[in-house]
RNA sequence: UCCGGCUUAGCUCAGUCGGUAGAGCAGGUGGCUGUUAACCACCCUGUCGCAAGUUCGAGUCUUGCAGCCGGAGCCA
């Protein structure tokens, strides 16, 4: 039986006899003893295995090296040094697997860019392994949050019709024979209704028009899964393969939308902040330190409100010289972002009613006829995290709207149908939550906190 | 996709005015009675991203290409 290091390192008491299994982080050989401090994910800490020359086992602690997996057996005693509780004191050690000096994780900085071209073996540092111990934690509080509130899970498809989403360019999904049409067609020539579904499809970009036909229906649902976009972004923020949680809920508004996310945002946040102490910690001291502030700001803060229409008009009167001018109808650009977030608000900050042109036909027509009931959250430093509207419920009124931006009415006959019988006012939001584990961790890049990111150009591992 | 920067030892980096490459860490050997990414001493380590050009001479200057990073756009 081995028992978790985390364990080991909370025990409340000595223990006659522990096995522990992991790899080796450190090896510290003097002539009366040695110490390997050993590491198996379970928690940030290694455990001090002390290994005295006068053991049978102290010739094989002594050739270890970093890298290397091993098994421990002893007795778990108080520690004399001074910073850890506990440590094992072995009398067997067993090699599992060597590592030898070419092990590129050596007791040293390495830098991110670096890491990210083993991405096999950097779980097996501080940073990676707390990353991927509060992306694991943050995943569950997710859950725990909508599943207390009687949101249904829902799995929306992965494979989509490409016509109805127009959230980002598709990664095509097909089964024909690329290498043989290629050269015998010309753009648009190719014969869809011969291929594997008889039309054109693609990896979905977003969950959100089917989440809405099971939100009429069940009331309150969230989707949580992975999305694609095929554009060719090359930014910190962006990647083809990222994880959305997308909330739905019937009988609702925007204002119940706000109140819903900035509810979801605390309560997940808090919860990673209780399981996740150590990881934070080590986040806040070797990646940012304004990691707690952040937190902070996420948990304990208010939530400013302001319409885009207010958003505009103090960035007017901000008396800052922007690359890009601000006025009514522009999209807001990442520097009127940071401003807002970073200065003006110094917090979380829902832009609300943005101009009905840079925003999508299904997000709800105000009666000003001029902006829609769509919200952006902002936060210091990452940007947009959640992007979320009330839906146009009114028959009449979302036909126009695809009308007038040029869509295909009868690619949406079924989001349509909807609308026809029994619609109601309802609501929901998409989160990035790649996005919100970079603003709980501090990591920069987006890379950084998914195992193995998609990115232009890179689909190893 | 556009703009900018970077590319030197296994890793992190320095390299002056163009004069023939250096430090720390890792690795090796030895030392050290309990260390904390241990410490001390010694030793080893190079296609200076690739290709061409200028020059008596290029890590250094010029051009092209590639890769990476940052920013922008797109968005989550």
């Known amino acids: 039986m081995r028992a978790r290091v985390r364990d080991l390192l909370h025990s409340d008491g000595a223990r006659a006899h522990a096995r522990a299994m992991g790899w080796a982080r450190s090896v510290r050989v003097s002539k009366g003893v040695v110490f390997v401090a050993i590491n198996d994910g379970s928690c940030l800490d290694s455990l001090q295995v002390v290994v005295p020359a006068d053991q049978p086992a102290f010739e094989i602690a002594r050739r270890l090296t970093t890298g290397a997996s091993l098994v421990a057996e002893g007795a778990l005693v108080a520690s004399p040094g001074q910073q850890q509780q506990w440590e094992l004191h072995a009398t067997e050690i067993k090699t599992i697997g060597e590592a030898d000096s070419s092990y590129p994780l050596q007791n040293k900085r390495h830098s991110l860019e670096f890491l990210r071209s083993i991405a096999h073996l950097r779980p097996r540092t501080n940073t990676f392994g707390a990353v991927f111990r509060v992306r694991n934690a943050l995943s569950y509080a997710i859950h725990r949050f909508f599943q207390e509130r009687n949101f249904q899970w829902i799995h929306t498809p992965i494979i989509s019709g490409c016509d109805c989403e127009g959230a980002g360019e598709m990664f095509r999904v097909t089964t024909l024979d690329i290498e043989e049409l290629v050269g015998k067609c010309r753009p648009g020539e190719v014969d869809c209704s011969k291929d594997f579904f008889g039309r054109r499809t693609g990896l979905t970009v977003s969950g959100q028009l089917e989440a809405e036909l099971l939100a009429l229906a069940l009331s309150d649902v969230y989707t949580f899964g992975p999305t694609f976009r095929a554009e060719n972004s090359n930014t910190s923020r962006h990647v083809a393969e990222f994880w959305m949680v997308e909330p739905e809920i019937a009988f609702a508004d925007l204002a119940d939308d706000i109140s819903l996310a900035e509810d979801f945002l605390r309560s997940v946040t808090l919860e990673v902040m209780n399981r996740c102490e150590d990881d934070l910690a080590f986040f806040a001291k070797r990646v940012e330190k ?80 001029e902006t829609v ?86 689909a190893d591992f």
């Open 290 to 369: 304004r990691v707690p502030e952040r937190l902070r700001l996420l948990t304990e803060s208010s939530y400013e409100v302001m319409t885009y229409r207010e958003a505009v008009a103090a960035l007017q009167r901000s008396g800052e010289s922007f690359e890009y001018p601000v006025h009514f109808g522009a999209d807001l650009q990442a520097e009127h972002e940071r401003y807002l977030t970073e200065k003006l608000t110094a917090g979380p900050l829902f832009v609300t009613d943005y101009p009905k042109n840079i925003k999508a036909f299904y997000m709800r027509l105000n009666d000003d006829d």
């Open 373 to 458: 009931a769509a919200t952006d959250l902002l936060v210091p430093q990452v940007g947009e995290i959640i992007g979320g509207s009330q839906r146009e419920e009114r028959l009449d009124v979302l036909e126009a709207r695809i009308a007038e931006q040029g869509l295909e009415r009868d690619d949406y006959w079924w989001y349509l149908d909807v609308r026809r019988y029994g619609t109601v006012p309802h609501a929901g939001f998409g989160l990035g939550f790649d996005r919100l584990l970079m603003y709980i961790t501090g990591l920069q890049n987006i890379r950084d906190v998914i195992p193995f990111p998609r990115t232009p150009g890179h």
